[in-house]
């Protein structure tokens, strides 16, 4: 007997149905807005996660030397891929480039409540628009895709923020500009609520501001809790931070025109602790706070393609990682159903399987979605039926060489028990008159 190893799952069929639902929620929602589905490799060079983050990543990456000789990598994750994709036929591809794929991760961490070694997530990506109307459309997908497995405003928000305001912001309240390390700042505002203040302001410190500066500078971040307290921090950062702070309204103001903007708040504490993200960052979080981690988030990353060596393409996307919305979703009550359903058992007694398999195929054929069993055991009719009960039949059908001779099906409805017989010609009904059941014979 072999164990699983560690952070990796197994899903059997109930819990498999219910994500396959979630899965075609946030797909479907991604789709009615144009994004197009793409598969990628489970493999990349591992040179280009050292190129992107240094050495110190290959700690966290399923690592190892081919057959070849080559350096590869289980990819921990879809934005490097997709830059390499565009970058690889970038001058073909029509702009703007709107991307969609669900796949696992793998990145070898510490096993915690919604965090695994392989992990899912729906990477959805714009390449090719600066526009605040592509940061808007990403947020009104997510939106959409949340709404639509039946949550609402009252379960979640999205904060927004910008890391030029938070990068501008650092280096103008600097007594030395240049002694600053912008990004190792934003980094610290990332951890901000993971670590107590004195380390927070410790990391500030290391970042290049002195414990009085880092203390005004948070809190200038933290007393923004809407639109019209950017002033503050537009008149403390300069022209740098003036830029950025229009973008962002820009973006709310669109994100309202798109039906995203009720879900919006901003919150300059966001930062998202990627160098590679450029301008407007968000994270969804459960508004009760029982999630006490982010959902997930997303953000703009204008330079990673050419850094790949691809033209200038700005880029703004987001990744809803699975298991983290299942902890949202069952904590709001809306996580599907993980029960099997089955609309039809076709139960076949005596020498009876070529006419039953013939029913069941004319069941299959009534709905794209109708799901129809038989027997494929040489089981009994008593053994048939338990199954039947066992899968949540919903109709059973008995197909026996006694209701044959008289021309008939009896039709079995599993809930009450009820049961009754239907002319062989009347039953399944001609296609399109729907899921024929119990009561419409009774």
Same mark, same amino acid.
């Given at each position: ?50 190129? %992107?983050?240094? +050495?110190?990543?290959?700690? /966290?990456?399923?690592?190892? &030397? ?26 073909? =591809? ?19 409540? !919604? ?16 526009? *605040? ?5 990403? =947020? ?36 030395? *500009? ?12 990332? %951890? ?8 927070? =302001? ?13 203390? &005004? ?44 903007? &009720? ?19 968000? /994270?969804?979080?459960?508004?009760? !706070? ?23 393409? *700005? ?9 983290? =919305? %299942? ?11 993980? +029960? ?64 044959? /001779?008289?021309? /008939?099906?009896?039709? %079995? ?18 296609? !399109?008159?729907?899921? *024929? ?6």
């Amino acid at each position: 007997m072999y164990d699983g190893l560690k952070g990796f799952r197994d899903f059997y069929p109930g819990e498999q149905s219910a994500r396959r639902e979630v899965t075609d929620a946030i797909e479907d929602a991604a789709s009615r807005y144009g994004f197009r589905e793409i598969a990628t490799p489970a493999l990349e060079r591992t040179e280009m996660y050292v190129d %992107k983050s240094g +050495e110190e990543i290959v700690e /966290e990456l399923y690592a190892f &030397e081919d057959k070849g000789g080559r350096g590869v990598a289980m990819t921990p994750e879809l934005t490097p891929t997709v830059a390499r994709m565009v970058v690889a036929k970038g001058q073909e =591809l029509s702009k703007p480039i709107k991307w969609v794929s669900t796949r696992p991760f793998w990145r070898y961490e510490q096993v915690q409540q !919604g965090r695994f070694r392989e992990f899912y997530q729906t990477n959805i990506d714009v390449f090719g628009s600066s526009a *605040p109307e592509a940061d808007a459309e990403v =947020l009104a997908v997510a939106a959409d895709a949340l709404t639509d497995l039946g949550l609402t405003g009252d379960d979640f928000e999205f904060r927004v923020s910008h890391r030029d305001i938070l990068g501008g912001l650092v280096r103008a309240l600097a007594d030395d *500009p240049d002694a600053v390390d912008a990004e190792a700042a934003i980094r610290a505002v990332d %951890k901000r609520a993971k670590v107590d203040d004195g380390e927070y =302001l410790g990391l500030l410190s290391d970042a290049g501001l002195d414990r009085a500066t880092a203390r &005004e500078f948070d809190d200038l971040i933290s007393d923004v809790d809407s639109p019209a307290d950017l002033d503050a921090v537009a008149d403390a950062g300069g022209e740098e931070v003036e830029s950025a702070v229009e973008n962002l309204r820009n973006v709310l103001a669109a994100a309202d025109d798109f039906g995203a903007g &009720e879900f919006c708040e901003v919150s300059l504490t966001t930062a998202r602790g990627l160098d590679y993200y450029t301008g407007v960052v968000f /994270e969804c979080f459960d508004s009760t !706070g029982e999630v006490s981690r982010s959902v997930f988030g997303g953000g703009r990353y204008d330079d990673l393609i050419e850094s790949f060596g691809g033209q200038p393409t *700005p880029a703004v996307g987001v990744a809803p990682g699975h298991a983290t =919305l %299942k902890l949202l979703c069952q904590r709001a009550g809306v996580w599907p159903d993980e +029960e099997l359903s089955t609309d039809y058992y076709v139960l076949s007694v005596g020498d009876t399987r070529g006419e039953a398999a013939a029913l069941a195929r004319d069941l299959r054929a009534l709905d794209d979605g109708v799901v129809v069993e038989s027997d494929v055991s040489g089981r009994s009719f008593g053994a048939q039926l338990g199954y039947a009960d066992s899968i949540n039949a919903e109709t059973v059908v008995v197909v026996g060489e006694r209701d044959l /001779e008289n021309g /008939e099906y009896t039709v %079995k409805d599993m809930a009450s028990g009820d049961e009754t017989t239907v002319p062989v010609e009347e039953f399944p009904p001609e296609e !399109g008159s729907g899921l *024929p059941t119990y009561e419409d014979y009774e």
